[in-house]
């Protein structure tokens, strides 16, 4: 128990710094996750608007020179 002690008293330093780096690495790793939002699709897409756009024909524009 009193070698575990004077390690922790000769590296404590260190301990917590690579706690610190760890909690802000978990913690960016969270935020980003929470930031990526999910696209958000229309529910309510009225019939008619749906068949317009599939009835449209292609314009095809040739232009002289």
Do not use: E
């Amino acid at each position: 128990m009193a070698n575990l002690k004077a390690h922790y008293y000769r590296f404590q330093h260190m301990i917590w710094f690579a706690t610190g780096l760890i909690g802000i690495g978990v913690g960016l790793v969270v935020w980003w996750q929470c930031s990526q939002t999910a696209p958000v699709l229309p529910r309510d897409i009225s019939p008619s608007v749906a068949a317009d756009q599939s009835t449209q024909k292609a314009v095809s524009v040739t232009r002289t020179v």
